[in-house]
T-cell receptor, first 117, second 112 residues
Protein backbone atom coordinates (compact mmCIF):
# COMPACT_ATOMS: atom_id res chain seq x y z
CA UNK A 1 0.00 0.00 0.00
CA UNK A 2 1.08 3.55 -0.60
CA UNK A 3 2.50 5.18 2.47
CA UNK A 4 4.26 8.38 3.49
CA UNK A 5 6.32 8.50 6.65
CA UNK A 6 7.47 11.66 8.33
CA UNK A 7 9.40 10.27 11.25
CA UNK A 8 10.02 13.64 12.89
CA UNK A 9 6.92 14.65 14.78
CA UNK A 10 8.31 17.90 16.13
CA UNK A 11 11.48 19.88 15.52
CA UNK A 12 12.60 22.97 17.39
CA UNK A 13 15.37 25.21 16.12
CA UNK A 14 16.69 28.67 16.77
CA UNK A 15 16.46 31.30 14.07
CA UNK A 16 19.14 31.10 11.36
CA UNK A 17 19.71 27.41 11.88
CA UNK A 18 19.31 25.11 8.91
CA UNK A 19 16.73 22.36 9.30
CA UNK A 20 15.86 19.30 7.24
CA UNK A 21 12.46 17.65 7.28
CA UNK A 22 12.51 14.01 6.30
CA UNK A 23 9.98 12.23 4.11
CA UNK A 24 10.09 8.58 3.12
CA UNK A 25 7.48 7.05 0.87
CA UNK A 26 6.34 3.65 -0.35
CA UNK A 27 4.62 3.06 -3.66
CA UNK A 28 4.18 0.35 -6.27
CA UNK A 29 3.57 2.88 -9.02
CA UNK A 30 6.36 3.60 -11.47
CA UNK A 31 4.96 7.04 -12.16
CA UNK A 32 4.06 9.10 -9.16
CA UNK A 33 4.23 12.59 -7.78
CA UNK A 34 5.47 13.93 -4.50
CA UNK A 35 4.39 17.13 -2.81
CA UNK A 36 5.18 19.30 0.15
CA UNK A 37 2.57 21.48 1.81
CA UNK A 38 2.91 23.99 4.63
CA UNK A 39 0.23 24.61 7.26
CA UNK A 40 0.97 27.76 9.26
CA UNK A 41 -0.76 28.43 12.60
CA UNK A 42 -3.58 30.17 10.73
CA UNK A 43 -4.58 26.74 9.43
CA UNK A 44 -4.59 27.00 5.65
CA UNK A 45 -2.66 24.56 3.50
CA UNK A 46 -0.09 26.13 1.23
CA UNK A 47 1.41 24.26 -1.71
CA UNK A 48 5.22 24.34 -1.79
CA UNK A 49 6.40 21.94 -4.47
CA UNK A 50 5.44 19.06 -6.77
CA UNK A 51 8.00 16.64 -8.13
CA UNK A 52 7.39 13.74 -10.52
CA UNK A 53 9.15 10.41 -10.22
CA UNK A 54 11.19 10.91 -13.37
CA UNK A 55 12.78 14.13 -12.25
CA UNK A 56 15.43 13.55 -9.62
CA UNK A 57 17.04 16.94 -9.90
CA UNK A 58 17.25 18.79 -6.65
CA UNK A 59 15.34 22.02 -6.53
CA UNK A 60 16.07 25.27 -4.75
CA UNK A 61 13.66 28.11 -4.21
CA UNK A 62 15.09 30.86 -2.08
CA UNK A 63 15.78 29.42 1.36
CA UNK A 64 13.94 26.19 0.52
CA UNK A 65 15.50 23.19 -1.16
CA UNK A 66 14.33 19.68 -1.86
CA UNK A 67 16.36 16.52 -2.24
CA UNK A 68 14.62 13.70 -4.10
CA UNK A 69 16.36 10.32 -4.01
CA UNK A 70 14.50 7.53 -5.71
CA UNK A 71 17.02 4.95 -4.55
CA UNK A 72 16.09 5.56 -0.94
CA UNK A 73 12.46 6.60 -1.60
CA UNK A 74 13.03 9.89 0.11
CA UNK A 75 12.00 13.46 -0.62
CA UNK A 76 13.56 15.63 2.03
CA UNK A 77 12.98 19.34 2.53
CA UNK A 78 15.62 21.73 3.86
CA UNK A 79 15.08 25.25 5.10
CA UNK A 80 18.27 27.30 5.19
CA UNK A 81 18.67 30.07 7.72
CA UNK A 82 15.28 29.40 9.29
CA UNK A 83 13.04 32.26 10.37
CA UNK A 84 10.23 32.51 12.89
CA UNK A 85 7.75 32.74 10.01
CA UNK A 86 8.76 29.22 8.99
CA UNK A 87 7.05 27.87 12.10
CA UNK A 88 4.33 25.60 10.78
CA UNK A 89 3.31 22.02 10.23
CA UNK A 90 4.83 20.61 7.06
CA UNK A 91 3.23 17.74 5.19
CA UNK A 92 4.77 15.49 2.61
CA UNK A 93 2.31 13.80 0.24
CA UNK A 94 2.34 11.15 -2.47
CA UNK A 95 -0.10 10.85 -5.34
CA UNK A 96 -1.78 7.49 -5.55
CA UNK A 97 -3.45 6.37 -8.77
CA UNK A 98 -6.97 5.26 -7.90
CA UNK A 99 -8.80 4.59 -11.15
CA UNK A 100 -10.14 6.60 -14.03
CA UNK A 101 -11.68 8.87 -11.46
CA UNK A 102 -8.25 10.14 -10.68
CA UNK A 103 -5.65 10.10 -7.99
CA UNK A 104 -5.59 10.82 -4.30
CA UNK A 105 -2.99 12.47 -2.17
CA UNK A 106 -1.63 10.29 0.59
CA UNK A 107 -0.34 12.56 3.31
CA UNK A 108 2.25 11.93 5.96
CA UNK A 109 1.29 12.82 9.51
CA UNK A 110 3.24 16.03 9.37
CA UNK A 111 6.25 17.56 11.09
CA UNK A 112 5.70 20.52 13.39
CA UNK A 113 8.55 22.99 13.05
CA UNK A 114 9.03 25.61 15.73
CA UNK A 115 11.55 28.35 15.10
CA UNK A 116 12.39 30.57 18.05
CA UNK A 117 14.09 33.94 17.94
CA UNK B 1 -9.06 35.92 -7.27
CA UNK B 2 -8.62 32.19 -7.78
CA UNK B 3 -9.84 30.40 -4.71
CA UNK B 4 -11.64 27.56 -3.04
CA UNK B 5 -14.30 28.64 -0.58
CA UNK B 6 -15.93 26.63 2.16
CA UNK B 7 -18.91 27.41 4.33
CA UNK B 8 -19.37 27.46 7.17
CA UNK B 9 -15.89 27.94 8.59
CA UNK B 10 -16.97 26.85 12.05
CA UNK B 11 -19.91 24.71 13.07
CA UNK B 12 -21.06 23.23 16.34
CA UNK B 13 -23.93 20.80 16.05
CA UNK B 14 -25.53 17.88 17.83
CA UNK B 15 -25.55 14.20 17.06
CA UNK B 16 -27.97 13.22 14.32
CA UNK B 17 -28.73 16.65 12.90
CA UNK B 18 -28.07 16.60 9.18
CA UNK B 19 -25.63 19.18 7.89
CA UNK B 20 -23.97 20.25 4.66
CA UNK B 21 -20.59 21.89 4.22
CA UNK B 22 -20.39 23.69 0.92
CA UNK B 23 -17.31 23.93 -1.27
CA UNK B 24 -16.94 26.04 -4.36
CA UNK B 25 -14.03 26.79 -6.69
CA UNK B 26 -13.76 29.45 -9.37
CA UNK B 27 -10.83 28.00 -11.33
CA UNK B 28 -12.82 25.66 -13.61
CA UNK B 29 -11.00 22.72 -12.04
CA UNK B 30 -12.13 19.24 -12.92
CA UNK B 31 -10.85 17.50 -9.81
CA UNK B 32 -12.25 18.14 -6.35
CA UNK B 33 -11.74 16.34 -3.10
CA UNK B 34 -12.61 16.37 0.60
CA UNK B 35 -10.18 15.62 3.40
CA UNK B 36 -10.41 15.52 7.14
CA UNK B 37 -7.54 16.41 9.42
CA UNK B 38 -7.21 14.91 12.87
CA UNK B 39 -4.39 15.29 15.40
CA UNK B 40 -1.74 12.65 14.91
CA UNK B 41 -3.41 11.27 11.79
CA UNK B 42 -2.62 13.94 9.23
CA UNK B 43 -5.04 14.46 6.35
CA UNK B 44 -7.17 11.63 5.06
CA UNK B 45 -9.27 11.68 1.93
CA UNK B 46 -13.02 11.26 2.32
CA UNK B 47 -14.37 11.52 -1.23
CA UNK B 48 -13.14 12.81 -4.55
CA UNK B 49 -14.58 13.73 -7.91
CA UNK B 50 -12.91 13.80 -11.29
CA UNK B 51 -15.73 15.67 -12.99
CA UNK B 52 -19.44 16.37 -12.89
CA UNK B 53 -21.40 13.31 -11.79
CA UNK B 54 -18.19 11.32 -11.23
CA UNK B 55 -17.44 10.71 -7.57
CA UNK B 56 -15.72 7.97 -5.62
CA UNK B 57 -14.80 7.01 -2.09
CA UNK B 58 -11.50 7.88 -0.49
CA UNK B 59 -9.97 6.32 2.60
CA UNK B 60 -12.61 7.31 5.16
CA UNK B 61 -16.01 7.70 3.44
CA UNK B 62 -18.23 6.19 6.15
CA UNK B 63 -20.85 8.62 7.37
CA UNK B 64 -20.39 11.06 4.49
CA UNK B 65 -22.04 11.76 1.17
CA UNK B 66 -21.08 14.05 -1.67
CA UNK B 67 -22.54 15.24 -4.93
CA UNK B 68 -21.09 16.93 -7.99
CA UNK B 69 -23.94 18.36 -10.03
CA UNK B 70 -21.94 21.35 -11.19
CA UNK B 71 -18.26 21.64 -11.92
CA UNK B 72 -17.64 24.37 -9.40
CA UNK B 73 -19.46 22.91 -6.38
CA UNK B 74 -18.74 19.85 -4.29
CA UNK B 75 -20.77 19.79 -1.07
CA UNK B 76 -20.05 17.39 1.77
CA UNK B 77 -23.13 15.99 3.48
CA UNK B 78 -23.31 14.42 6.91
CA UNK B 79 -26.75 12.77 7.11
CA UNK B 80 -26.47 11.83 10.79
CA UNK B 81 -23.35 13.34 12.34
CA UNK B 82 -21.67 11.61 15.24
CA UNK B 83 -19.02 12.84 17.69
CA UNK B 84 -16.28 10.90 15.88
CA UNK B 85 -16.84 13.20 12.92
CA UNK B 86 -15.58 16.13 14.94
CA UNK B 87 -12.67 17.28 12.83
CA UNK B 88 -11.16 19.91 10.57
CA UNK B 89 -12.39 19.49 7.02
CA UNK B 90 -10.67 20.70 3.87
CA UNK B 91 -11.98 20.89 0.36
CA UNK B 92 -9.43 20.92 -2.46
CA UNK B 93 -9.46 21.28 -6.22
CA UNK B 94 -7.00 20.89 -9.06
CA UNK B 95 -7.08 21.28 -12.82
CA UNK B 96 -6.72 17.54 -13.16
CA UNK B 97 -5.08 15.05 -10.90
CA UNK B 98 -2.35 14.70 -9.77
CA UNK B 99 -1.63 18.35 -10.12
CA UNK B 100 -1.13 20.77 -7.30
CA UNK B 101 -4.29 20.86 -5.22
CA UNK B 102 -5.62 24.18 -4.02
CA UNK B 103 -7.15 23.91 -0.58
CA UNK B 104 -10.02 25.83 0.93
CA UNK B 105 -9.61 27.55 4.32
CA UNK B 106 -11.03 24.62 6.27
CA UNK B 107 -14.22 24.00 8.25
CA UNK B 108 -13.92 23.16 11.90
CA UNK B 109 -16.83 20.90 12.86
CA UNK B 110 -17.74 19.90 16.39
CA UNK B 111 -20.44 17.29 16.93
CA UNK B 112 -21.75 17.12 20.49
Amino acid sequence: AQKVTQAQTEISVVEKEDVTLDCVYETRDTTYYLFWYKQPPSGELVFLIRRNSFDEQNEISGRYSWNFQKSTSSFNFTITASQVVDSAVYFCALSEYLNQAGTALIFGKGTTLSVSS
Amino acid sequence: EAQVTQNPRYLITVTGKKLTVTCSQNMNHEYMSWYRQDPGLGLRQIYYSMNVEVTDKGDVPEGYKVSRKEKRNFPLILESPSPNQTSLYFCASSRTSPNEQFFGPGTRLTVL
